[in-house]
């Protein structure tokens, strides 16, 4: 199981708005991340930066955040969450990986 960590910016005053989003999922997203292999999924939110802290767990060798071959549940997505967050041109979310320096079992 690979362990794979990363950060994105959400824009100012749109906390409540992305809580909001994350507790409305919609199935069919959370049918595709562990379709690749993705589990243990958590986003943190750090409110003095506005960064979300993310980790996840991977059995294969993509991650959520793989901007190769996209679905269209996943890029529908991205589509709806860009407003709240800063993105690359194809919406998906700039995603900055976090080097792992020290794990414990």
Known sequence: MKRF????FLKPG???EYAKRH???WPELVAMIKEQGVGNY???????TNILFAY???SGEGNSQDT???DPVTQKWWDMMADIMEVNEDNSPV???IEEV????
Not at 5 to 8: D, E, H, L, T
Not at 42 to 48: N, P, Q, V
């Open 23 to 25: 507790a409305a999922i």
């Open 56 to 58: 996840q767990e991977c």
């Open 42 to 48: 958590s986003i943190f939110w750090d409110k003095d």
């Open 95 to 97: 995603t900055i990986p």
């Open 68 to 70: 190769t071959d996209v």
């Open 14 to 16: 749109c906390e409540k």
């Open 102 to 105: 020290f794990h414990l079992d």
């Open 5 to 8: 960590a990363f950060k994105m």
